[in-house]
């Protein structure tokens, strides 16, 4: 299994940034997916969740309610994370999550995304 996220970069308050996630190494299209972020000196925080197949379920943390839309793309085996109107609380680490059936949890290895005025 591998995860690699790209996207990152440094923005300014109220602008967008795509996160991807390309995903390998197992049958994509068949598992749920999520984002995750670390901000410095805090605990890793769900914030978006896609179901498998075609992504009819998806569900958001209450701080990016609204702004954030995941989604995915399984001919690619990509998982996405649309962010609008950044704000400095969204400065985190950002990574993308598996838990495969038998329980094993994989995480890529994050990508940077900083928000500052």
């Known amino acids: 299994v591998q995860l690699v996220e790209s996207g990152g970069g440094s923005m300014q308050p109220g602008e967008s940034l795509r996160l991807s996630c390309a995903a390998s190494?197992?049958?994509?299209?068949?598992?749920?997916m999520r984002w995750y972020r670390q901000a410095p000196g805090k605990d890793r925080e769900l914030v978006a969740f896609?179901?498998?197949?075609?992504?009819?379920?998806?569900n958001y943390a209450e701080s990016v309610k609204g702004r954030f839309t995941i989604s995915r793309d399984n001919a690619k085996s990509t998982v996405s994370l649309q962010m609008n109107s950044l704000k400095p609380e969204d400065t985190a680490v950002y990574y993308c999550?598996?838990?495969?059936?038998?329980?094993?949890?994989?995480w890529g290895k994050g990508t940077q995304v900083f928000v500052s005025s």
């Open positions: 190494g197992f049958p994509f299209s068949i598992y749920d």
């Open positions: 896609i179901s498998s197949g075609n992504g009819a379920v998806t």
């Open positions: 999550y598996l838990r495969e059936f038998r329980g094993a949890n994989f």
